[in-house]
């Protein structure tokens, strides 16, 4: 696996968990896709705080004060995942939504899923983990005296476990420089493409 590829998504807010339209691990989504529905009652608040500042803007508009503080309120739904299409929507309906969906940040596979549907979250909280399987690190070990020879950009070949007959080429990334714990071995590292997913994490090479 590879963790630059790897994507923990997490709650902005706190709240309840509505709807989750991922319900299982194992699940591929596109990057936008939604992913849960959260219902907070904190925006809820934020919202009508900005309603009640959209107001008195438009009641007043050219008092710098009333200006200040809808800035203020916008920018607090902003932090809560609000796009500007949302709180002009907002400001158009003069009704509260207390509901948040979030969306996937990237593609990838939910590689784990934290909540379920009605749990209740904090902010912050964890809801699941998305990774990326398009590329793989590919760690190897060796020994200290071995790494004279070596050095960061060589490219190397790489047998896969069950496609020994196809070898991959590869450059290495990456060279501890000091010894594992445990061990007389240090560890180098490469990124090998994974087309169609076809090798899953943990597979020797």
Do not use: C
């Amino acid at each position: 696996m590879n963790p630059d590829q790897t994507a923990v998504v997490s709650s902005r807010a706190a709240g309840r968990i509505q709807v989750l339209y991922v319900k299982e691990t194992g699940v591929a989504v596109l990057k936008g896709q939604p992913l849960y529905k959260i219902y907070s009652e904190q925006l809820s608040a934020l919202q009508q705080e900005y309603l009640l500042a959209h107001a008195q803007v438009q009641q007043f508009p050219a008092d710098a004060r009333f200006i200040a503080i809808e800035k203020a309120a916008r920018q607090k739904l902003r932090l809560y995942d609000q796009s500007e299409e949302d709180i002009q929507g907002l400001a158009a309906m003069q009704k509260q939504d207390p509901f948040i969906t979030y969306r996937a940040p990237m593609n990838g596979t939910v590689s784990e899923l934290s909540v379920t549907e009605g749990q209740y979250v904090s902010e912050g909280s964890a809801v699941l983990r998305l990774e990326d399987y398009s590329s793989l690190w590919v760690e190897a070990d060796i020994y200290p005296a071995e790494a004279a020879g070596i050095r960061t950009g060589q490219k190397v070949q790489v047998q896969v476990a069950g496609w020994e007959d196809k070898p991959q080429q590869i450059r290495i990334d990456f060279i501890t420089p000091a010894i594992q714990s445990g061990s007389q071995l240090m560890q180098v590292r490469g990124t090998i493409a994974n087309p169609g997913n076809r090798w899953q994490p943990g597979l020797q090479a």
